[in-house]
């Protein structure tokens, strides 16, 4: 059903408010803002027929009205006046930046900590690979008993693993080996290397010894490693402010998931297209943050990395607000760190030994 123009008005005042007071909103104080020009009685009906298509929510029979995640969607969609800073926010926010950014071994927890201080809620900063895969495979004979396998990835880094064997292997099966992965396992996903691939790799090179499954493993675990990233949490206690958490329970719950690094390594894909994400209530994945609004800002970290700087609060947030100060604080970060190292080649790497032995001890 389309949504007439007074009701969005209506629907962006009632918002507003609520933000402001965190208190449900009635139609008396909607028409007394006098922006309107409308009746108390025509505002309540407006109000009531946005209820019924779900764009607002009524706590209790005798209360006023409270924007439900529908209508924070449309607001963030359609509504909301995108905010610039004042240049005296601007310059604060350089100055905090610069004086930051001296020491980059901390620069995760301080940009973190600058998110938190100016939004006033929980900040999470996070530095990520971007997505890679295997761009080529170079097994290198070394003895009967011992091959080293390489792989170089698309985003310019090289991993290795010097494997020794219980049993002597042909320099001409190495050689197959490596054609066959070279054809079938290259731009390939860590999921797309399936048994099924494997399977069809052995029969291929003719491997009866088990020499296939430990390339792959070791392909697995390459790509596993280049998804690895670090994610820093600071200003929890910003939460506990907030009126939507004063109950405990429900203030432990999120504060126990914002305290473990994995969860917030699933926020969404730092390589996503939109410079600003939001996410509202139930559209959070985590059952942890089905009562809360997310928003992120994406940046370039440089060295094919790419970052995330984001805060979590109640879905009753300033989000225009806060999407102006992370965007500026995400593009001051990239203009610093954007700048892409040289491609790290085959003179830098560091053999790491592994043995059959151990590779089918990690599979048991």
Do not use: W
Request: aromatic share 6%; with cysteine; hydrophobic share 40%.
């Amino acid at each position: 059903m389309e949504i007439s123009e007074r009701k969005k008005k209506i629907l962006t005042a009632v918002i507003d408010a609520y933000i402001a007071t965190a208190e449900p909103v009635g139609s008396k104080l909607i028409a007394g803002l006098g922006d309107l020009d409308l009746s108390s009685a025509t505002i309540r009906n407006e109000m009531a027929e946005l209820t019924a298509m779900g764009y607002l929510e009524q706590p209790h029979t005798s209360a006023g009205r409270v924007p439900s995640p529908k209508g924070y969607r449309l607001y963030v969609n359609e509504l909301m006046e995108r905010q610039r800073l004042s240049m005296e926010e601007a310059e604060a926010i350089n100055q905090s930046l610069n004086l930051k950014m001296q020491q980059l071994d901390k620069l995760m927890s301080d940009v973190g900590k600058l998110a938190s201080s100016i939004t006033q809620y929980p900040a999470v900063a996070l530095a990520a690979p971007i997505a890679a895969t295997i761009s080529r495979f170079d097994l290198i004979y070394v003895d009967v008993n011992t091959f080293i396998a390489v792989a170089m990835l698309s985003n310019d880094t090289v991993h290795n693993k010097l494997i020794h064997l219980p049993f002597s292997v042909e320099q001409g099966m190495v050689q197959r080996l490596a054609s066959v992965f070279n054809t079938n396992f290259v731009g390939i996903s860590e999921d797309k290397i399936t048994p099924s691939l494997i399977n069809s790799a052995e029969r291929a090179c003719g491997d009866t010894m088990g020499l296939t499954s430990v390339v792959a493993a070791f392909a697995i675990d390459t790509l596993n490693k280049a998804k690895e990233g670090e994610a820093i949490v600071t200003g929890a206690s910003h939460l506990l402010r907030q009126p939507e958490f004063r109950d405990p329970d429900k203030a432990h719950e999120i504060l126990s998931y914002l305290s473990e690094s994995e969860h917030l390594l699933g926020l969404p894909s730092a390589d996503a297209d939109d410079d600003i994400q939001v996410l509202i209530g139930p559209e959070n994945v985590a059952k942890e943050l089905k009562d809360s609004s997310v928003v992120i800002a994406r940046y370039n970290a440089g060295d094919n990395m790419r970052g995330i700087i984001g805060v979590v609060g109640p879905t009753r947030m300033d989000y225009s607000g806060v999407a102006a100060k992370l965007r500026y604080i995400a593009a001051g970060l990239s203009k610093f760190l954007g700048m892409p190292e040289a491609p790290r080649g085959f003179e830098k790497l560091q053999i790491k030994e592994m043995t059959i032995d151990e590779h089918q001890e990690d599979d048991r």
